[in-house]
């Protein structure tokens, strides 16, 4: 019999050697990714499925096995290792010729096939094809294993992530390009302790802003000494108590004298209720929403999760003005047509869930011009969203699935959970602003470290010299 390569692909079972017949077979399809071609030099000989007691590369391309081939030994191991013969297999050889290079991004076919089995040594053979969408042969060759040696079936489980590049590099790539703006006019509201004020004067030194610095003059002389700086050269604006200061930082926002703001050591609310205040506010004719700008290792671009900050439940019409605030941040930091993955629980609109209907009304909107310079599609699970591997298993052709730049959370809670999440248990990096206003907001929280505040202010620098192009 031949096996099912898409049969119950939650479980793994393995087969043992009388189970195994000739011409029996399995496969599995696969998108390159960079990770893919530096496998190897990040992946442990311990952590690599199958055992290899050595990959012989054979033909004319013989020599694209460092550059272009391992990923192909990699991923037959892995065939060989979950699906045929399944866990417990021991790769004794595989002999690979590889006859065209492959393409980052490209998906492929890779297939292996029993071709012979010895009774004696108990090592079955097989025939490893990979071949790309058009059905061209990349690599083919053959495997020599030993099957397992007793039955298994257990729930699939997925690889560790690899990084697909040094944490931070986001990040760095866009304060560089941020550093080559002129220095950005920000109203720091209520610099009161050494965190907040250290981080108003680190992102003044690296000159993406030129701080005004409002507060109690004698409380920010005070951090100052704290922090050993001297304030000489920066504008103080003296205020009694962090309710003026948040007042007096949008009000020099309305004089014109800055074109952001920075939170301080005050809470949020008190920075929100000024921005918000209907005669002396900063609104704007869209809804002001968070955007975190995510640098996640283990995915290959930067990475906006919105509203996880501001927003609490909101309605179709704010879900709109979210949307298009992250796909506006988006563009300003270098992504020409952003792909928005509007989130849910299930990929399918049903009617008992809210934000899956929601989702097919902004796609549409996004069809009518209503939402404009992103591409959108939704309702999207998380897995879809991020991982090109769970939109094949389940069948979603789309623009968006797998490849998303901006995850569109149902509501604050599901948002502010996956990007604190990621930062925490995936080794993020976190950035983020809030636009909407009339100027960007750089509303960092009390545990961000330096680092994020001054990717957060980089961000608001792009942001801003993109809003002042013609």
Same mark, same amino acid.
């Given at each position: ?223 100052? =000494?704290?922090? !050993?700086?001297? /304030?000489? %050269?920066?504008?103080?604006? $003296?205020?009694?108590? #962090?309710?003026?200061? +948040?007042? @007096? ?120 011009? =209503?939402?404009? !310079?992103?591409? /959108?599609? %939704?309702?999207?699970?998380? $897995?879809?969203?991020? #991982?090109?591997?769970? +939109?094949? @298993? ?77």
């Amino acid at each position: 019999m031949s096996s099912d390569p898409e049969a119950d692909l939650s479980y793994i079972e393995n087969r043992l050697f009388d189970e195994i017949e000739l011409g029996d077979s399995a496969s599995l399809r696969h998108r390159l990714t960079v990770s893919d071609f530096g496998a190897f030099a990040v992946v442990p000989p311990q952590a690599k499925p199958a055992q290899s007691e050595g990959i012989q590369s054979e033909g004319a391309n013989a020599g694209k096995m460092t550059a272009h081939g391992m990923w192909a030994g990699e991923l037959f191991a892995d065939i060989l290792s979950t699906r045929l013969p399944g866990p417990g297999t021991i790769c004794l050889k595989q002999s690979l010729s590889f006859h065209e290079p492959a393409v980052l991004d490209e998906t492929v076919d890779i297939r292996v096939a029993v071709a012979a089995k010895d009774s004696v040594s108990k090592h079955v053979t097989l025939d490893c094809v990979c071949t790309d969408k058009d059905g061209q042969t990349l690599v083919s060759g053959r495997a020599v294993v030993i099957p397992p040696m007793s039955k298994m079936r257990r729930p699939r489980a997925t690889k560790p992530e690899m990084a697909v590049h040094e944490t931070g590099a986001v990040h760095r790539r866009l304060l560089a390009a941020a550093q080559a703006a002129p220095a950005l006019p920000t109203a720091v509201v209520h610099p009161c302790d050494a965190a907040s004020l250290q981080a108003a004067l680190s992102t003044s030194d690296l000159g993406l802003i030129a701080p005004v610095l409002v507060g109690p003059a004698a409380r920010i002389a005070a951090a100052a =000494q704290e922090i !050993g700086r001297d /304030l000489a %050269g920066f504008e103080v604006v $003296d205020t009694p108590h #962090s309710h003026a200061s +948040a007042e @007096r930082a949008v009000a020099l926002v309305r004089d014109g004298r800055a074109r952001a703001l920075m939170k301080g050591a005050l809470h949020t609310d008190e920075v929100m209720s000024a921005v918000v205040a209907k005669e002396t506010g900063l609104r704007s004719e869209r809804r002001m929403s968070h955007i975190y700008v995510l640098d996640v290792p283990t995915y290959p671009k930067p990475l906006l999760i919105t509203d996880a900050a501001i927003n609490i439940a909101p309605d179709l019409q704010s879900k709109a003005d979210i949307v298009q605030n992250a796909i506006d941040l988006a563009r300003a930091i270098g992504i020409d047509r952003p792909k928005v993955a509007l989130l849910s629980a299930v990929e399918t609109i049903t009617p008992r869930l809210q934000s899956t209907v929601e989702a097919g009304a902004l796609c549409k909107m996004a069809d009518r011009g =209503q939402i404009s !310079g992103g591409v /959108l599609d %939704g309702p999207l699970a998380f $897995d879809n969203a991020i #991982s090109m591997g769970a +939109a094949a @298993r389940k069948g979603i052709t789309s623009d968006v699935a797998g490849q998303a730049d901006v995850l569109m959370a149902p509501d604050l809670e599901a948002g502010n959970m996956i990007a604190k999440q990621l930062m925490y248990l995936a080794g993020a990096e976190g950035a983020g602003i809030v636009l909407g206003a009339q100027v960007p907001i750089i509303l960092t929280s009390r545990a961000d470290d330096a680092r994020t505040r001054i990717a957060s202010a980089a961000i608001a620098v792009l942001f801003s010299e993109a809003e002042m192009r013609p």
